[in-house]
């Protein structure tokens, strides 16, 4: 089992940018498949990305390709989730989440997370 502990998030206008990240800890940080989803108020936690496990490369949900990047350090155990052009439907909790499967697009497919962090874009 992993820790994860998030920081950032906030209030931004349409168009703009965050960055959120994702500290786990202990040192096995390499063998998990890490991944980033959202829930918006009255709605099911639905996947944005992920970072595989095996290779780091990665994978998005259609509706934020091309706008949202997924970087991960190994040595510093830290996953990354850098939001550019930011739109009022991206308005959600966010979450980072650990699994052992190599390409995980399923909330079932994840064993540990994090706290979760706001996201608030106004249009």
């Known amino acids: 089992q992993v820790h994860l502990v998030q920081s950032g998030g906030g209030s931004v206008q349409a168009g703009g940018s965050l960055r959120l990240s994702c500290a786990a800890s202990g040192d096995t940080f390499s063998s998990y ?67 052992w499967y190599n390409f995980a697009r399923n909330v079932d497919h994840y064993e540990s997370w994090g706290q979760g962090t706001q996201v608030s874009v106004s249009s």
């Open 33 to 99: 498949t890490m991944g980033w989803f959202r829930q918006a108020r009255g709605k099911e936690r639905e996947f944005v990305g992920y970072s595989n496990r095996v290779h780091g490369s990665t994978d998005y949900a259609d509706s934020v390709k091309g706008r949202f990047i997924i970087s991960r350090d190994n040595a510093k155990s830290t996953l990354y989730l850098d939001m550019n052009d930011l739109k009022p439907e991206d308005t959600a909790r966010y979450y980072c989440a650990a699994s």
